[in-house]
């Protein structure tokens, strides 16, 4: 019973951090599309590199510290990557010359890279089946939902000034600093949590990871690009384009945000598209239609439509890669780093080749890119199933 009690005390705590942290984390982000515009007189191009800079660092970094990270408590993990990214921000935040800015969105993403691949192997040890798929999805259920409440009161904040949110990020940066170490000094289960090298050499399993797990990897690859567009390229469109205000757009990310989470909890409550390829497949090709929905819509009540549905889908294609990539594995902290990498990955894509097709073209050609994106892991299945290949 006190095995049970330190156990969910412990998932608590990482629910906790999770919300808190990607609360901070998509207002920073977003507050960073408006603050490198308007503090350094960017172009559309240059604001999207700026967002590859802190991802590309952290895609980097995943695999570069991934060695050292996994030799840290995960606890001590968190508190590092909390202490860099409020540090990071605050230089961010004061400096008048952009090329500061810019190695300091390097050490954000260098921070940042210590915080999700740790928090996911940790909450995921030990775990198969509906217990995994619970854990997975109370975490999924906590970032998605600060990722969602995030944008709102980003947006209502950035109408005052740009550094505003990136204060408040700061400041909740602290506050999962806090809450980790007073967790850690409260709950002694939290104290006995071991590194991931430690646990693998305590542990003895034998691996019986599905392969299902290439194509839900290739579908979260493609479908975070698609994401990365909407959280930076569509800002800038509805500033350019649109008659939309920073809390407009603040409340459209707010409905994709509010979509995820709702579409997390159905994923943690269901199994149906446990180990299922059909389903994988048809989440893609839905993906390909909504971005194509995208390039036809006017008004407001258009973009709520598909910044709704674009959340259930995405939510939906998350959840087949973390679940698959994690399902038998023995080195759960491997597997979610290469979960993050390939989100990493999709968010750079997104971010620079969205930024740059829209910068000479337009908003909608970046959609047909989207589309046709998303759709190459449904091709590549197509094509190694006339093969004969069943890996995937």
Partial sequence: MKTDRSASLQTLIINMASFWAQFAISMVNLALVYHMRLAFNLS??????????????????????????????????????????????????TTKTVIIAYLALVLYGIAMSFLWPQIEGWLARGKEGRALNRA???????????????????????????????????????????????????????????????????????????????????????VYASLAVTLTIFP????????????????????????????????????????????VL?????????????TIIEGVGGHILFFFLFGILFSMSYSYSIFHGASGSVNRSHRMLLHEVLLTIGTVVGSVVGGTIYQYLDFATVLYACAALVMVPVLGSWVFGLLGIKRV
């Fill in 44 to 93: 559309a191009q240059m604001v999207g590199l700026s967002a590859a800079i802190y991802t590309s660092t952290y895609f980097a970094c995943c695999l570069l510290l991934g060695p050292f990270a996994s030799r840290l408590k995960p606890r001590h993990s968190v508190e590092l990557s909390m202490v860099g990214m409020s540090f990071a921000t605050f230089i961010v935040m």
């Fill in 136 to 222: 997975t999805s109370s975490f999924n259920v906590s970032w998605s939902l600060g990722a969602a409440l995030s944008p709102f009161l980003t947006g209502i904040l950035l109408e005052h000034a740009t550094g505003t949110p990136l204060l408040a990020g700061i400041i909740l940066f602290i506050l999962v600093f806090l809450i980790v170490k007073v967790a850690t000094m409260l709950v002694p289960g939290i104290r006995a949590v071991v590194s991931e090298k430690q646990n693998l050499h305590q542990t003895e399993m034998v691996d019986s990871s599905t392969p299902l797990r290439f194509l839900s990897w290739a579908g979260v690859l493609t």
């Fill in 236 to 279: 800038l469109h509805a500033m350019d384009n649109l008659p939309f205000s920073e809390s407009i757009v603040g409340f459209l990310l707010f409905v994709r945000g509010i979509s995820t989470v709702g579409m997390f909890v159905v994923m943690g409550k269901t199994s149906i598209w446990h180990f299922n390829k059909h389903i």
């Fill in 282 to 294: 048809i989440t893609q090709i839905l993906v390909a239609m909504i971005c194509l929905f995208g």
